[in-house]
């Protein structure tokens, strides 16, 4: 992956071609981390990794990203991760609004016949959770943005990130602790008995 750092190079000092060489080279590992992301998704999910991949990749190189610059191919693909979540989450808000059925839900005739509701994760809460970590915690808040939103391992998040294996397990274990607290702080209780 030598070639993406040089051509990452490239696209910084102006070259109109290089653009059009990364996208082969990084193609495959973006759909995959789109793929994993949206396989995390609620069932009804009209994003396709396709068009996260094509919408991310033109976020980071395309006209409106004059300026941008990458040091090494684990920036590009932690900014990757950032350009998938930002979409994401545009697309939770704007399916959020009254205007496009924002409180409507679809039901399947087998789910509303099921005992109990399966999980959901709930985007925009973990949106806003991972932004109040990132003001006291950014190193621990870009470990999350890259496991939980780009999909990465443990191992490739520590190497995108520069860190050691222990350490990010370390970060991992406290963003974890930390987000489950800060997302279930503010729940009703539904559970008191009378």
């Not at 684990?74 to 205007?99: D, N, S, T, Y």
């Not at 890259?146 to 490739?156: C, D, I, K, V, W």
């Not at 970060?171 to 503010?186: C, G, I, Q, V, Y």
Request: glycine share 4%; net charge negative.
């Amino acid at each position: 992956m030598a070639d993406v750092t040089r051509i990452l190079v490239d696209i910084e000092q102006g070259k109109s071609e290089a653009a059009e060489q990364l996208l082969p080279l990084v193609y495959h590992e973006l759909r995959e981390l789109a793929s994993a992301r949206l396989a995390q998704e609620k069932p009804n999910q009209t994003l396709q990794a396709t068009a996260l991949v094509h919408e991310a990749y033109l976020r980071l190189i395309g006209p409106r990203a004059e300026g941008q610059s990458w040091s090494n191919q684990g920036h590009f693909f932690a900014a990757a991760a950032e350009a998938m979540r930002r979409i994401l989450v545009e697309q939770a808000r704007r399916k959020g609004r009254i205007k496009h059925g924002g409180q409507q839900r679809r039901v399947e005739l087998d789910s509303a016949c099921a005992v109990s509701e399966s999980p959901s994760t709930d985007l925009i809460a973990i949106d806003e959770a991972v932004s109040k970590l990132a003001a006291v915690e950014p190193m621990k808040a870009e470990l999350v943005k890259l496991r939980f939103f780009a999909g990465l391992t443990m191992p490739e998040a520590a190497a995108a990130l520069d860190i050691s294996l222990a350490t990010a397990e370390r970060h991992w274990s406290f963003a974890r602790t930390w987000l489950f607290a800060e997302m279930t702080e503010d729940r009703p209780e539904t559970d008191k008995e009378v």
